[in-house]
């Protein structure tokens, strides 16, 4: 079966530092994935997404992630992070004609 | 545009009392979709629609129902509310493979909070 793993349930990192958070899919043919940004109190916001052609993408808000068809990959990065960012990150692919299958989250704390 | 827009924000309901989440967007999307959000538990898929007057389960459909009698609003109803289904539910919507991407994105409403007592 389809599924988006995401390693690590919470991240902690100091403003100003780099980011990568992972994310794994299992999908046999071509995934389209996405990752959302989710602040508390509030509904699942699109960052970016991937369907094809160049593996590298770019979102809103300085995020970007790689695809990695090899390692089955798709990891969300940002090379300077701000305090604004610390919110819930959820990696997504769309499984099948309905249905989008997301990872459990990753939760990013920002020191100051 | 609004987007998407879910009715209420919040509701605290006593074990056994019935409920109906309204979810209204205005994207002309043909896809519609109810999920609840646990900690811990990501995105659960409880029921979608593919079209006015369809409607299909997801992973977890027990103990709610669905209706789109119209495009753009999609209800969820609890019939009778147990304290399992105290959660937050989240709609989204998003365009058809036929509307010409079929890597077309969910666009999601705010979510509702919900105690059941």
């Known amino acids: 079966a389809q599924s988006v793993t995401q390693p690590d349930i919470h991240i902690t990192v100091s403003e100003g530092a780099s980011l990568e958070l992972r994310c794994n899919y299992s999908?046999?043919?071509?995934?389209?994935l996405f990752w959302y940004v989710q602040s508390p109190g509030q509904g699942l916001q699109l960052l970016l997404k991937?369907?094809?052609?160049?593996?590298l993408v770019q979102g809103i808000k300085g995020f970007e992630a790689e695809f990695k068809r090899s390692q089955s990959s798709f990891n969300l990065r940002k090379p300077s992070v701000h305090w604004s960012d610390a919110a819930e990150y959820f990696c997504a692919s769309r499984g099948g004609t309905y249905k989008y299958i997301f990872g459990t989250g990753t939760r990013l704390k920002v020191l100051a | 545009n609004a987007g998407v827009t879910q009715t209420p924000k919040f509701r605290v309901l006593k074990t056994g009392q019935s409920m109906t989440l309204l979810c209204a967007q205005d994207m002309n999307h043909e896809y519609m979709y109810w999920y609840r959000q646990d900690p811990g538990m990501g995105l659960r898929l409880i029921h979608y629609?593919?079209?006015?007057?369809?409607?299909a389960k997801g992973e977890v459909p027990d103990g709610y129902n669905v209706s789109r009698l119209k495009k753009q609003n999609f209800l969820l109803g609890l019939e009778s509310a147990a304290p399992s289904q105290t959660s937050v539910y989240f709609c989204a919507s998003s365009l058809s493979r036929t509307s010409g991407s079929y890597y077309n994105e969910q666009f999601f409403g705010p979510g509702t909070r919900l105690t059941v007592l």
């Open positions: 629609s593919v079209g006015e007057g369809t409607t």
């Open positions: 991937y369907f094809s052609g160049d593996t």
């Open positions: 999908y046999g043919a071509t995934p389209y």
